[in-house]
């Protein structure tokens, strides 16, 4: 059942969105003699939140990875294999980048 409202919820964001921010809207209202200012300010709340939800869907969408910064595809490594790799590219960089001795124009040819 926990499972169940779980993705219930995941499919429907905006519905919970909207339930929650309308909830607290009549409560304010009611309990609290809420005005304009303060509904304006939660409708404003409201809109961040959506637009938060909409890009954390754009996201997903595009192959984020939702916080796993390693590929599924290839197996996990250790850091040190890593650091190895990291080390051995920076190498083959700096190599490339050496230039050759410069040979002095003013020597006798």
């Avoid at 309990?31 to 509904?39: A, D, V």
């Avoid at 404003?44 to 990875?65: M, N, P, T, V």
């Avoid at 190599?95 to 040979?103: F, G």
Wanted: charged share 20%; proline share 6%; net charge neutral.
């Amino acid at each position: 059942m926990k499972n169940s409202n779980g993705q219930w919820f995941s499919r429907r964001p905006y519905t919970v969105t909207s339930l929650i921010f309308l909830a607290v809207i009549v409560l304010g209202w009611q309990l609290l003699g809420w005005g304009e200012r303060h509904f304006g300010f939660l409708l404003l709340l409201y809109f961040i939140i959506a637009l938060g939800i909409r890009l954390d869907e754009i996201y997903q969408i595009i192959g984020g990875s939702g916080g796993n910064p390693r590929p599924i595809d290839g197996p996990p490594e250790s850091l040190s294999t890593q650091l190895c790799e990291i080390r051995s590219i920076l190498r083959q960089i700096q190599a490339s980048l050496e230039k050759p001795p410069r040979r002095d124009d003013t020597e006798d040819v």
